[in-house]
């Protein structure tokens, strides 16, 4: 089945430092790839979205590009801040269902 | 955008009891979906709901341990019934926007004692 796989946490850098969080994909066709972000106490908030290979999402200074030959979609930062603190997840959608990944835990340090 | 509201946001329940979640979207929706977030782990799908139809259920989850209602277009509830330790998690709804990506509530996050 489709399945997400995400680096490993958590990541702790500190104010201003560069990220990337690494997430791989395999699915049976081609699918919507997203990260998600969750702060601590809420639920999940888009945050980027790619739907086609090429493609690449960008909001908030966090940007990731649709990698088809790699089925990669890893997610960037050049210059991470304290409330970057959270949770991420990556996520394909296929046909109208959503697999997750298992969520890398940031913790920006000042 | 949709803005989805779910209540209660935390409880802690006694094992053998049932609590039922609520979710509130502002907007008519056709499909609402029911996710399961075990401590320190991804999202889960418990279930789909469509309005004025069964629910449909993910492999693992079974209506007698997790009812769930769909009565209109704009709210849906979930219960976990019969509940266990095992059952504390971060229970979240959400809605599809465009056929493509979810708006999630804020969650509930359930603590059986």
């Known amino acids: 089945g489709d399945s997400v796989t995400q680096m490993e946490g958590p990541v702790t850098l500190s104010e201003e430092a560069f990220l990337t969080i690494n997430c791989t994909y395999t699915?049976?066709?081609?699918?919507?790839l997203f990260w998600y972000v969750q702060y601590p106490g809420e639920g999940l908030q888009l945050l980027l979205k790619?739907?086609?290979?090429?493609d690449k999402g960008s909001n908030k200074g966090f940007e990731a590009t649709y990698r088809k030959e790699t089925t990669s979609f890893h997610l960037e930062k050049g210059s991470v801040q304290v409330s970057d603190s959270a949770v991420y997840f990556c996520?394909?959608?296929?046909?109208?269902?959503?697999?997750f990944g298992d969520g890398t835990t940031l913790t920006v340090k000042p | 955008s949709a803005v989805i509201s779910q209540k209660p946001s935390r409880d802690i329940c006694q094992r053998g009891t049932s609590l039922t979640i609520q979710c509130q979207v502002d907007s008519q929706v056709t499909m609402m979906f029911w996710y399961r977030q075990q401590p320190g782990q991804s999202l889960t799908l418990i279930a789909t709901a469509n309005q004025g139809s069964e629910a449909t259920y993910e492999s693992g989850f079974v209506i007698d341990k997790f009812p769930i209602s769909r009565p209109n277009l704009t709210f849906s509830t979930l219960t976990v019934s019969n509940m266990s330790p095992e059952d504390s998690s971060i229970y979240l709804c959400?809605?599809?926007?465009?056929?493509?990506?979810?708006?999630f509530g804020s969650g509930t996050r359930l603590t059986v004692v």
């Open positions: 959400s809605v599809e926007e465009g056929g493509l990506f979810h708006f």
């Open positions: 996520a394909l959608d296929l046909a109208g269902k959503s697999t």
């Open positions: 790619a739907t086609k290979a090429d």
């Open positions: 699915a049976t066709g081609y699918p919507s």
